[in-house]
């Protein structure tokens, strides 16, 4: 069996274990979502149509009432569509939902289907060129998902093909390109940073009794302590700095201070003296030279 058949066992294993994983009655944000969807979605696993799939996989898990159960339901469909190249979002997008998901806690059989998947995705890339999802991109899901990279690095070293040959020529290219070798990091890694310095430099300049409005439009909207919030047995932050198709906007109560969050133009901005002085210098480290400063396009005058 050539390793492109072996994935595809796998994938129908994944089906089999999670046949028992029935509809149930799916609710969420009623912005993004219509009743239609929701009908769509509580309904038959088969009957939901791709692009909603995908829609799903991408959107956070605040925008759902169950969000573990909704994404272990849609798995079976979400794993396919990753591995054969037609999820059309970010990859690395779905091992961070994955995580979010708890997907290493959940049954013994489900659990054990998903990591028959990760191995024989691995395989099968490494054993074909081009393959549907680029070789970093596929090594990003699987170490960020299993929290593991030697044993991936391991197999790929233990093939000797030309194309896994050819995979490893792809990749030296991609991660040299304007030296970027010097940070190299599988998965979300500068998307968890980024919301750890917004987060930590919001904390340093609120004060001790200081709230924040965390708004997203069209959505529920929160009013909170950043103290009071993020650490061990409290709350997770409401909302993220990083716009993840919507507008999201934190901001002190007088108006001094805060980030606003763009999706379309994918920028994010942050204002209030104190808080660029704490968090700018890194999140240029992060995200590269800012596109304005105090409103003015950078290089203008």
């Not at 791709?50 to 169950?66: F, I, R």
């Not at 013994?108 to 074909?128: F, G, I, K, N, Y």
């Not at 104190?274 to 003015?296: C, M, N, Y």
Request: contains cysteine.
């Amino acid at each position: 069996m050539s390793c492109s058949e072996q994935l595809m066992t796998a994938l129908d294993a994944l089906d089999h274990a999670f046949a028992s994983e029935g509809p149930f009655l799916v609710t969420g944000c009623t912005y993004c979502y219509s009743e239609h969807d929701f009908a769509e979605l509580s309904g038959p696993l088969h009957l939901i149509g791709d692009d909603l799939v995908s829609s799903v996989a991408a959107k956070t898990p605040d925008h759902w009432e169950d969000f573990p159960r909704l994404y272990r339901h849609l798995v079976p469909r979400i794993i396919r569509l990753l591995v054969t190249g037609r999820l059309h979002i970010d990859e690395e997008l779905i091992a961070s939902r994955l995580i979010h998901a708890r997907w290493a806690t959940w049954d013994l059989p489900l659990a054990e289907a998903l990591r028959d998947v990760w191995s024989a995705w691995w395989q099968s890339t490494l054993h074909t060129h081009p393959s549907p999802v680029p070789v970093r991109d596929c090594l990003s899901v699987i170490t960020v998902a299993t929290n593991s990279v030697r044993p991936w690095l391991n197999t790929w070293t233990a093939t000797n093909t030309p194309a896994a040959d050819a995979h490893l020529a792809d990749l030296v290219d991609d991660v040299m390109f304007e030296f970027e070798i010097t940070d190299l990091r599988m998965g979300f890694y500068r998307l968890d940073r980024l919301v750890e310095v917004v987060e930590q430099g919001l904390k340093s300049c609120m004060g001790p009794s200081g709230t924040l409005l965390a708004l997203d439009w069209q959505h529920t909207s929160y009013r909170f302590a950043p103290l009071g919030v993020g650490g061990p047995g409290q709350l997770a932050w409401p909302l993220s700095p990083y716009p993840d198709g919507d507008y999201y906007i934190y901001l002190s109560e007088d108006f001094r201070t805060g980030s606003f969050g763009h999706p379309w133009e994918q920028s994010l901005c942050l204002f209030g003296q104190e808080f660029l002085d704490a968090a700018s210098a890194e999140v240029e480290k992060l995200l590269g030279q800012p596109i304005r400063r105090s409103g003015r396009v950078v290089g203008t005058a």
